[in-house]
């Protein structure tokens, strides 16, 4: 199995040349709506669907989890799409996620401003004004994005393996460099080992939407053992506490096993 990342810079037809791709290669292609549709799969909220390639704004982030729970669930997404294997992931920055897979190509598709703004006017059919307009919002909005969820800058060339500038190249001609960069040996088939770590990401990010939605801290730790266990361990501060944590994970779809190791404190904490 293989996979694809795919980043665009509005006004390059990033999107149509992904599209392509996917459907040359034969690959499931998962932007917005796909990532609901799993989401919901997946027991996760419907709410999902308010989360987009925007940072949070500072009070948000000051004053609620919110954008974390977001965060953890679209990324709990992520890894369990890219599980099932031949998948294209358009943005959402999948490439930061998968990074680190041998078995995953990562695209970026760029232009130069003017002729972006000019695809932009001729696409939305609005003026240069509108359209210079629509171009710094999208592209202010995917860099804080990304750096509030990775810390990254999204246009870091070193995060991907192919980087495209269309000025110049037709959407078939992109597609071609595309293919054939994907089919080549270097891009490796994802092992059973990478199968199995992408689906304990995938349940990790689950676990950790779950706690803090539920509003537990961080002193309630978890690591996912293998496919369906989990391991609590941390401090709790009642055996009440203990049981609403267990029955809380033990709840959320992929968990069968779980060992409770949490500690009930019972002592002060001094003069601190």
């Known amino acids: 199995m293989y996979l694809i990342t795919f980043s665009e810079m509005i006004g390059t037809h990033g999107e149509k040349i992904a599209r392509k791709v996917s459907e040359t290669l034969g690959y499931a292609f ?12 997946m027991g996760l909220f419907s709410d999902l669907k308010e989360w987009d390639e925007k940072a949070p704004t500072f009070l ?9 729970i ?3 669930r679209l990324q709990s997404v992520i890894y369990e799409l890219a599980k099932r294997g031949n998948t294209l992931f358009f943005g ?8 680190s897979f041998d078995c995953a190509l990562h695209i970026l598709v760029t232009g130069s401003m003017e002729k972006r703004i000019q695809r932009i006017m001729e696409e939305k059919q609005v003026g240069r004004e509108t359209a210079e307009k629509i171009l710094h919002r999208s592209d202010q909005d995917k ?3 990304i750096k509030f969820a990775y810390d990254e800058d999204w246009l870091n060339p070193r995060l991907y393996d192919l980087i495209l500038n269309t000025d110049k190249l037709s959407i078939d001609s992109a597609t071609q460099m595309i293919v054939e960069a994907a089919r080549s040996e270097e891009i490796k088939s994802c092992g059973i080992d990478s199968i199995q770590l992408l689906g304990k990401l995938s349940l990790s990010r689950k676990i950790e939407s779950a706690l803090l939605e539920a509003g537990f801290d961080g002193l309630h ?4 053992e293998g496919p369906n266990s989990v391991r609590l361990f941390g401090v709790v501060n009642s055996d009440k506490e203990k049981r609403e944590i267990e029955n809380l994970i033990r709840r959320i779809n992929g968990v069968k096993t779980i060992k409770n190791e949490l500690v009930v404190f019972t002592g002060s904490m ?3």
Do not use: D, H
Request: aromatic fraction near 12%; charge should be negative; charged fraction near 25%.
């Open 60 to 68: 948000e982030r000051l004053f609620s989890e919110r954008p974390k």
């Open 270 to 272: 001094g003069g601190l």
């Open 92 to 99: 959402r920055g999948a490439q930061f996620l998968l990074q």
């Open 221 to 224: 730790l978890f690591e996912v």
């Open 30 to 41: 998962s932007g917005e709506e796909e990532l609901i549709q799993t989401a919901s799969g």
């Open 143 to 145: 860099k804080s994005f």
């Open 70 to 72: 977001y965060l953890n």
